[in-house]
């Protein structure tokens, strides 16, 4: 569920520091983090997103911010404003989110999506293999 209005990420960025599980803090494009954050080191984090997120996506409304519960989120991904492209999936290739926040330790995205030139190099290969 996309988080719409600033008001709802306060409510979403409070359930998270509330929250009694660790969260796994992954910046897309980085190793992905072993270690789980909680107290201080998750509010620093929380903090220093909601103010970059305030200040490079300077729109009256949010709609960069996604996840899997208001209520009592397990999931929540955060597109970077410098790298929106298409995220409502028009494009062929929509961007990946910058950060992932999660109870689950996550996957190296990049590393598991094919990426669209890897698949048409696929394509080729077995193509040309079956001639």
Same mark, same amino acid.
């Given at each position: 569920m @996309?988080?719409?209005? +600033?008001? /709802?990420?306060? /409510?979403? +960025?409070? /359930?998270?520091?509330a929250d009694s599980h660790s969260w796994h803090v992954y910046a897309v494009g980085e190793?992905?983090?072993? =270690?789980?954050?909680? @107290?201080?080191?998750?509010?620093n984090v929380? /903090?220093?997103?909601?103010?970059?997120?305030?200040?490079?996506?300077?729109?009256?409304?949010? @709609?960069?911010?996604?996840?899997?519960?208001?209520n009592h989120p397990t999931y929540i991904k955060v597109f970077d404003p410098n790298n929106l492209g298409s995220?409502? @999936?028009?494009?062929g290739n929509p961007p990946l989110p910058g950060w992932?926040?999660?109870?689950? =330790?996550?996957i190296n995205l990049p590393?598991?999506?094919p990426q669209p030139g890897n698949r048409r190099r696929w394509w080729q290969k077995l193509f040309n293999h079956a001639h």
């Open positions: @996309g988080v719409l209005r +600033w008001h /709802q990420l306060d /409510q979403l +960025w409070e /359930q998270v520091l190793e992905p983090p072993t =270690q789980a954050l909680s @107290g201080d080191a998750l509010r929380v /903090q220093e997103l909601d103010t970059l997120l305030r200040h490079e996506h300077a729109e009256d409304y949010c @709609g960069i911010v996604y996840t899997d519960s208001m995220t409502c @999936g028009s494009s992932i926040l999660s109870h689950m =330790q996550p590393a598991a999506l």
